[in-house]
Nanobody
Framework: QVHLVESGGGSVQAGGSLRLACAAS????????MAWFRQVPGKEREGVAV????????YYADSVKGRFTISQDNAKKTVYLQMNLLKPEDAATYYC????????????????????WGQGTQVTVSS
């Protein structure tokens, strides 16, 4: 049974940093992709970053490029999202998710392709 647990959310001032973590269990971790999405009330879930091909490749939403970094520790089966230079518009509930095995990503995959989700962790950014 697949299980994802996010941690690391919190409150920070604009310009600050947070690191989110997503611990995974119960599936062939390294053969699938992992992604971070975020959602604010009343809006669709938005893809933020995805890591695939065992951690060799990444893809970012334009809104976070150069500020966020996704990485994974295969031994710990944990995916991280380092978020720097946070802006008020980054405030959301952040979810990690498991997706299919991609060989190449040229646009962010739809959330409907991600089968398993964590419970979410809240990020608040004050101006």
């Amino acid at each position: 049974q697949v299980h994802l647990v996010e941690s690391g959310g919190g409150s920070v001032q604009a310009g600050g940093s947070l690191r989110l973590a997503c611990a995974a269990s119960g599936y062939p971790y390294s053969r699938l992709c992992m992604a971070w999405f975020r959602q604010v009330p009343g809006k669709e879930r938005e893809g933020v970053a995805v890591i695939y091909k065992g951690g060799a490749s990444t893809y970012y939403a334009d809104s976070v490029k150069g500020r966020f970094t996704i990485s994974q520790d295969n031994a710990k089966k944990t995916v991280y999202l380092q978020m720097n230079l946070l802006k008020p518009e980054d405030a959301a509930t952040y979810y990690c998710a498991i997706g299919p095995s991609y060989t190449y990503i040229r646009e962010f995959p739809s959330s409907r392709y991600f089968a398993e989700w964590g419970q979410g962790t809240q990020v608040t950014v004050s101006s």
